[in-house]
């Protein structure tokens, strides 16, 4: 068995060959100002109807808690650099914006088969138990990473590395070997707010802060009911998270190139609004088999497409709002009916029928209509 001093050079070799791009060390007990940090941003009501963020804040402040065996945790960024700048696909407003990182396969299940491989390695080597993560589970990747010195966490609260820009994953090994630690180096923006001040949804209340309500990526994707009207405008042609904040970083001038799995596939980086929105329940899981995307389920997806269209003032996508319109599910008929109040004519929009059999959508039919009707002539005099 390889001496614990002899260890650290052989686990990065590993890494690397497994398609890792670098790995690091931290200690459990390294976070506790992170957790402090999440007990304020949770008192704030920032983590808007995510319950589960204050359910398991213990787990997450104190990865003791969550295995007291821990000794050493594992640190480990695997790149999903675009080959295009994601920017530019929002001026495409009768295409879909799909968050970059969901274009390829789903990250989830490729770097925990690679976690599990290099943590079979490590038992292989050194001996102890191991437990794997990737973001599904209580642990807060990206202050660990910070402590292990993988890179800083931004002013928009992502990791930045001067390797990776901010274009990759995390994962985490947690291992019961007392492992040398690695070290944090100190945060690099500067006087850079780029990030901040291209926010959308204007999600950041101040630097290294985030309002997650107002986030597009919660929004579009953690969000189960109706996305706040007020948001709805400012969502543009994303249907599925934002790399605004992410795209605009400067560091991202130095990204290593993505793993092969993570390129685009199944016409995933800007496909047709009126194309997707006719997606069954069936074709929906067929199409993003094996894609993050697929989490979400078909109504909120559609939901988001509808919301897209409204914000497209493309004439040929009425059709798709209409037949959206009438879809058995009433989250996806009430952001269509949305659409439809900003694409129709105000006197079309008011011919169309004035009920419907859930309360949610007969209430944003008589949003849409008395707002329509306030902007007439008549109402002004």
């Known amino acids: 068995m390889i001496e614990l001093s002899a260890l650290k050079a052989k686990l990065q070799t590993e890494a690397k060959t497994l398609g890792f791009a670098d790995l ?107 437990k794997v993560f990737v973001d599904t589970a209580p642990v807060m990747e990206k202050p660990l990473a910070e402590a292990a010195g993988l890179g800083w966490q931004g002013k928009h609260t992502n990791l930045v590395s001067r390797e990776l820009g901010s274009w990759f994953f995390l994962g985490a090994i947690f291992t019961t070997l007392d492992l040398a630690k690695d070290t944090p180096h100190g945060q690099s923006c500067g006087s850079c707010r780029a990030c901040l001040d291209i926010c959308p949804t204007a999600a950041f209340p101040a630097p290294f802060q985030l309002d997650a309500a107002r986030c597009i990526s919660y929004l579009t994707i953690e969000l189960k009911g109706a996305i706040p009207r007020a948001m709805r405008p400012l969502i543009g042609n994303r249907i599925y998270g934002c790399d605004d904040c992410l795209a605009i970083c400067p560091w991202n001038k130095f990204a290593e190139q ?70 058995p599910s009433p989250l996806v008929r009430q952001h269509a009916i949305w659409a439809l109040s900003r694409l129709l004519s105000q006197e079309h929009f008011l011919m169309r029928p004035t009920a419907d059999p859930h309360p949610d959508v007969a209430e944003e039919i008589a949003l849409c209509r008395a707002e329509i009707t306030a902007q007439l002539p008549s109402a002004a005099s």
């Open 24 to 130: 690091a060390i931290a200690d459990p007990s390294g976070i506790e100002t992170a957790g402090q940090r999440l007990g304020l941003w949770l008192e704030a009501g920032r983590q808007g109807d995510m319950a589960w963020m204050a359910d398991r804040a213990a787990w997450r402040a104190d990865p003791r808690a969550l295995w007291p065996e821990v000794r050493s945790i594992l640190l480990l960024t695997e790149s999903y650099r675009p080959e295009i700048d994601p920017l530019d696909l929002l001026a495409r407003k009768d295409r879909a914006a799909i968050s970059c990182y969901a274009w390829g396969k789903d990250y989830h299940e490729v770097i925990k088969k690679r976690l599990k491989r290099l943590g079979r390695w490590l038992i292989a080597e050194a001996g102890g138990e191991i």
């Open 258 to 327: 993505a793993s092969e799995v993570y390129l685009p596939r199944n016409n995933s980086v800007a496909p047709d609004l009126a194309e997707i929105s006719t997606l069954s329940d069936p074709e929906f899981r067929a199409r993003f088999a094996g894609s993050p995307i697929k989490r979400i389920g078909r109504d909120r997806f559609l939901r988001n497409v509808a919301v897209a269209i409204g914000n497209s003032g493309s004439k040929r996508l009425i059709s798709a709002a209409e037949a959206l319109a009438s879809d």
